[in-house]
C-alpha cells in the first residue's frame, strides 16, 4: 500500500468522527451565544439613567447624591442575574474547546499533502483554542464573564454605587487584568492557526476556494477579536465550523474535493489556467473554418422581376415605339 492510501484510509476511517466533532462545535456555540443574549435581554439599555452635565453640576451645587449612572445599574443587574448568563458563557467555553478537534484533523490532512506545513500551527491551534476558551470564561468584557459576575456583586454589597465604582470592581480587579493577557495571547494564536491552516488546506485543494477564503476571515476576527469585535458572539466562526463538519462527513453539495480521494495535493486551477480552459472548451464546440464553409449553403441567384401592369411606360420608350412604327 502506497502513502497516499494509506493517508486515505486513516482519514476515512476518522474523517466522521472529527465532522461531528466540528457540527458540536458550531452548535454548541451558538446555543451560548442564544443564551448569553436571552438572559441579558432585561439589562438597561444605554440611554438608562443618563444625566447630562448641567443636572450633575446643579445636584453637585446642592449637596445632592448623584444617582447610579448607567454602568452601575448594568452592573447591580447582572449581579442580581448572573445564573444564566454564566450558564451561557460556560456553554461557549466548551463550544470553543471543540474547535481544536476539528481544526488538528485538517492541520494533520494539510501536512501529509504539504510536508512544509509548520507544527508551530498545530501547537499554536492547541494552546490558543484553550487559552482563548478560558479567557473568555474568565474575562471576556462583551461577556457575562467569571470576573465581572465576581466584580459586579461586590459593587452591589459595597456602599459606593457609582459609574467609576462600577469599572474598578467591574474592569480593575487582578482576576479581570489576568484573564484579559490570557485572552489576548489565545485569541492570536488561534487566529494565527485558522489563518495558517485555512490558508494551507486550500492549497492542496482539501478545502475549496470559498471555504479557505472564509476560514482566513474566521481567524483575523479571533485574533483581532478584542480590537475590532466583527464576530464577538461567535456567528461566522460558527458558520464556517458547521460548513467544515458538512464536508467532513461527506455531504458537500459540489462534492468532496479531490484531493481527499487521491491523498495527494490537489491545487485548485488559478484564474489564467481557469480561462485557457474555458477558451479551449469553446474551441472545442466552434466548428472548423473549412467544415463551417462546407456547410454554408451557396446564394440563391437573384429572380428576375415581373412586369408591373399597372406600371405606366416611360416617355423614351413611346418615342422608340414611334420610331419603328414609321
Avoid at 484579559?180 to 489563518?195: D, M, P, R, S, Y
Avoid at 490558508?199 to 492542496?204: E, S, W
Avoid at 455531504?251 to 477558451?279: F, Y
Avoid at 472548451?281 to 428576375?304: D, F, L, S, V
Wanted: with cysteine; aromatic share 6%; glycine share 10%.
Amino acid at each position: 500500500m502506497s502513502d497516499a492510501q494509506e493517508v486515505v484510509a486513516w482519514e476515512t476511517e476518522r474523517r466522521a468522527r472529527f465532522g461531528w466533532c466540528a457540527l458540536a462545535a458550531a452548535v454548541v456555540t451558538l446555543a451560548g451565544t442564544a443564551i448569553m443574549t436571552l438572559s441579558l435581554s432585561g439589562l438597561p439599555k444605554y440611554d438608562a439613567a443618563v444625566l447630562t452635565i448641567v443636572d450633575t453640576l446643579g445636584r453637585a451645587s446642592r449637596g445632592v447624591a448623584q444617582p447610579p449612572g448607567r454602568l452601575a445599574l448594568q452592573t447591580i443587574w447582572i449581579a442580581d442575574h448572573a445564573a444564566l448568563p454564566l450558564v451561557g458563557s460556560v456553554i461557549g467555553f466548551i463550544g470553543t474547546l471543540l474547535v481544536y478537534p476539528a481544526l488538528g484533523f485538517l492541520f494533520r490532512a494539510t501536512r501529509a499533502r504539504r510536508p512544509q506545513l509548520p507544527q508551530l500551527a498545530l501547537i499554536a491551534a492547541a494552546g490558543g483554542t484553550v487559552l482563548y476558551a478560558l479567557g473568555r470564561l474568565i474575562a471576556d468584557p462583551g461577556l457575562p464573564s467569571i470576573a465581572r459576575v465576581v466584580g459586579a456583586i461586590n459593587f452591589r454589597d459595597g456602599a459606593d454605587h457609582t459609574n467609576s465604582a462600577a469599572s474598578d470592581a467591574v474592569f480593575g480587579s487582578v482576576a479581570f487584568i489576568a484573564g484579559q493577557a490570557v485572552l489576548q495571547l489565545g485569541a492570536i494564536a488561534l487566529g494565527f492557526a485558522l489563518v495558517v491552516i485555512s490558508l494551507n488546506a486550500m492549497r492542496v485543494g482539501l478545502l475549496s476556494r470559498f471555504m479557505g477564503i472564509l476560514g482566513i476571515i474566521v481567524g483575523v476576527t479571533v485574533g483581532a477579536g478584542l480590537i475590532l469585535p466583527f464576530d464577538q458572539q461567535g456567528i461566522i466562526r460558527s458558520f464556517w465550523l458547521g460548513a467544515l463538519g458538512v464536508l467532513l462527513l461527506g455531504r458537500w453539495p459540489s462534492g468532496m474535493p479531490k484531493a481527499w480521494a487521491t491523498g495527494e495535493a490537489e491545487p485548485w486551477p488559478s484564474q489564467q489556467e481557469l480561462r485557457e480552459q474555458r477558451d479551449a472548451a469553446r474551441g472545442q464546440r466552434e466548428p472548423r473554418p473549412e467544415r463551417a464553409a462546407k456547410r454554408t449553403p451557396a446564394p440563391a441567384p437573384p429572380r428576375p422581376r415581373r412586369p408591373d401592369p399597372d406600371a405606366r411606360p416611360h416617355p423614351a420608350s413611346k418615342k422608340r415605339k414611334r420610331k419603328r412604327r414609321s
